[in-house]
């Protein structure tokens, strides 16, 4: 075919390439004007509330493209992978269920529910069915990676999220409801071991590849960890209260200055289990993990508590610092904290005027020792006298000697306490043994019980003692 | 037969010619390649094997179905749509060879192309677990969990039938079913009620089952014993104790586990092949040995409890697998040529797609047609609690169930993953049901009409 020109013919494939041409050129210029009024079409949009939430904006291309392209078929299919995962797993067939967490949560990235769900389903639900401690541990490592490294990633100001993420940590692996808590704990204590090179953290030397590292397997960004530290610490970070404590004070960070009662209540109960059980020991001899209080904390957490009684109106808060109050003060005892236990002690009338607590600190430590108020017989008051210096040989089989001088003091305070209101025919007919008679007594059986390396240390220092005492 | 092999060719040159074939496969080739990159497994060697499996031969299926529906329905209504139809029913050829061949012709496409995708997964899969990169543990587990192909086997089931007629009468004479209430439900409750009582184990109690196993085992043949319970304490989340012992009627010596487990998902222990008497019979009993927190386990269905045998070897599965894959391809080849030999390429197409989304949506389906579009709880007062809508949109799922539960069952990629056997029967049933009742009633239908149509307007 041809067409008449100026100077002659243009064949049809000329015209026909001119026209793409031009095509081509129009497109191109629509896509420019396009992207030039996209800017303002999104602003506008929020100015008017068309949209609910707002876009997504720093989700990969594909997340991007889903959300986007899919509309509200996403929701339909989000179902369809839903309804699939449900039957899956009933079967017993789990080996799909991240792949499908990861394309359901993907589909609705913005719904938290979601993420939260997916979650706590596998840290949870799936991990139990598992008797192998290994693929429990799995489980629940796959539940903190779809929070930690998705979940957060597209949802970083929704704080719910950052509060879920630590429950995960506090309760599941901090916790002892599973009955698997032992081997998580020690999982989370070897991996931190091995990323940390211990549980404290230098920040001033900190390697700048490992600091990276941190950030980027982790999600643990040192200069947060410092803050955290600083004002709350000094932490084990193999102890699963401190990254508890840490991704809940993320969560009340992203909350803004009014905070989060719940983000602020898992800092509040984190640093309760970091005083309590914050300070990790490993016996490099055996596979053992201890949990020890990490008692220097303790002004950090009345701080931390006290900011959120004033921040918060709720009751929760002021309750929760009264019952920590009550129980710090034996384990500060337990300590040989002697004087600190008697100010916390104070400090626990002085918040508590109303409240029946026992106002003579020797008399408060031995109630609260026994847990109880009533008179207890000889047979209790033994076991309860010989079971404190059995702890303290414990502690001290372990090196930590100012905790075995605690038990051994608080062993002894009992001893004092049940035989302060008994005339001498009442000793003569039910009063305790010597406490030293009771002390060699539970040392026996401490031998006897300890395995190695406990019980070889524990003989060592028994010499000692005793070559000082004949001294 | 020579008529139907040429149009096939035809149907074949014309495939390589458009490409198709060109682009299908280097569409496999690429979803093979690619797929792996991005799906996530559960952590462990034997999860991301059978995430792999499934995923692989997933994608693989479904380009091809969603490739031989488009062939399929473009082989005769396009060759209508261009008069190029006219050079063949003007030679000594039938409408019955015409719609063989031409659905032989992409037969042929999808065995080639399914053979090349079968054969990529299967040898990606032995790269992928070779020996170097995973350790010998994991491979000694994917040898035990993925590799396998185990046999179910269920335990003989009571039936409540007559029971469940017998109470029922006695309920009418006595006037206590409501008059309400239809006698077919008072049957299903009244039979349900039967069937719990028998699968609920009281705390401390015993259930017994009997399961028929081959008597030509092998001496090392360890087989799974693989249950599934509800409990009364589901909600709470309480592991319950139980004791499994297994072995022969009134000696059950030979076997003893005793685990606490969690109601709600699978678990599974082994039962070494000591303790399976010769000829096969083993009698299994389960304790409910729960003390601290007292519960009712149920072991509800007759899948609740199996027993799980090897039975062949991973390769044969997988290569069975791939032929009930490819008796799939071949009924929606059918459904494709019959839909493009009666209407114009997007109505054939449309219809196609409509029966191919009912094998998708299978469990939606079945869940619909068992409780309506809406659950409404059972109330003393109101006896038959539905409303109009709900028993039209039932009815209308239960007619889509019994043409979809089929194509949703026959499904060998449930098992593969597993290590679950595909036997022969499964093959057998696919064909029946697939290739000669669906696939038949299609071509039927397909040339029937075809036979009847104009097509030289």
Known sequence: MFQPTRGGVIKAHERDFLSDILCLLTAAMCLWAAQARHGQILEQRAVHELVQVTPLENAPPLVAFTTVALGGFRGLIADLLWMRASRLQDEGKYFELVQLADWITKLEPRFTGVWAYHAWNMAYNVSIMFEDNEERWRWVVNGIQLLRDSGIFYNSGDPQLYKELGDIYKQKIGGITSEKNQYFKRMLAKEMSELLGGGYIDYDQLDPALAKRMIKDHKLDPKIMREIDEEYGPLDWRAPSSHSLYWAYRGSRVAGPGGHVQCDRLINHSLIDAFEQGRILLLPESELVIHTPNIDILPNVIRAYERSIARHENKSFPDGFVSFLKDAIIVLYSFNRKEQARETHQLLLARNPDEEIEKSFSRYVYINSIKTTRAISETDATMYVEGAFYKSFFWLALGEEERAKGYDAMARTCWKQFMKAKTPEMIERMGLAPAGELRKRAMARAMGEFGEPLSGRLKLLAEKMQAEDKE | ???????????????????????????????????????????????????????????????????????????????????????????????????????????????????????????????????????????????????????????????????????????????????????????????????????????????????????????????????????????????????????????????????????????????????????????????????????????????????????????????????????????????????????????????????????????????????????????????????????????????????SSPLARLDPLESLPSGLLISWAFIAESILFLLIIYAGLSAVLGVGCFNRREVAL
């Open chain 2, 1 to 403: 037969m020579n008529k139907i092999f040429a149009i096939a060719g035809l149907a074949i040159r014309t495939a390589v010619r458009s490409r198709v074939f060109i682009w299908l496969m280097i569409l496999l080739v690429s979803a093979i390649i690619v797929l792996p990159l991005i799906l996530k497994g559960d952590g462990s060697a034997a999860g991301r094997a059978q995430v792999l499996i499934h995923y692989n031969l997933r994608i693989i299926a479904i380009i091809l179905t969603l490739a031989t529906v488009w062939v399929a329905c473009g082989s005769v209504s396009t060759e209508i749509r261009d008069r190029h139809i006219h050079l063949l029913v003007t030679k000594p050829v039938s409408r019955l060879q015409l719609w063989l061949g031409k659905w032989f012709g992409i037969l042929c496409i999808n065995a080639a192309l399914l053979s090349i995708g079968g054969g990529l997964t299967y040898g990606l899969l032995l790269w992928e677990t070779r020996e170097g990169v995973l350790t010998e543990e994991d491979r000694a587990t994917l040898a035990e969990e993925v590799f396998v192909a185990r046999r179910p086997f269920y335990a003989e089931t009571k039936s409540h039938d007559s029971i469940a007629t017998e109470t029922l009468e006695a309920l009418m004479v006595r006037g206590d079913i409501p008059e309400n209430m239809p006698a077919q439900r008072a049957y299903k409750t009244i039979k349900r009620f039967y069937q719990l009582r028998e699968n609920s184990v009281l705390p401390g109690t015993v259930k017994e089952w009997r399961f028929e196993l081959p008597m030509n085992m092998g001496p090392d043949e360890d087989v799974i014993l693989r249950y599934r319970f509800s409990s009364s304490r589901q909600a709470q989340r309480r592991s319950t104790a139980g004791m499994w012992t297994a072995g022969r009627k009134n000696d059950l010596a030979p076997f003893r586990h005793r685990h606490a487990s969690y109601p709600g998902g699978a678990h599974q222990f082994t039962v070494p092949r000591a303790a399976i008497p010769d000829d096969g019979v083993l009698y299994v009993k389960y304790m409910n040995a729960e003390t601290k927190y007292p519960a009712t386990v149920v072991f509800d269905g007759n899948s609740a409890v199996t027993i799980l045998a090897n039975s062949g070897s991973f390769s044969m599965n997988f290569l069975r697998a791939m032929l009930v894959l490819f008796i799939r391809l071949a009924f929606f080849a059918s459904l494709g040529v019959t839909a493009g030999s009666l209407l114009s390429m997007p109505v054939a197409v449309f219809l196609s797609f409509f029966v191919l989304s009912l094998s998708s949506f299978g469990d939606y389906i079945a869940s619909v047609a068992s409780t309506g579009l809406f659950y409404i709880p059972h109330h003393p007062e109101h006896v038959e609690p539905t409303t109009f809508l709900n028993t039209i949109a039932q009815s209308f799922f239960k007619c889509m169930n019994v043409v």
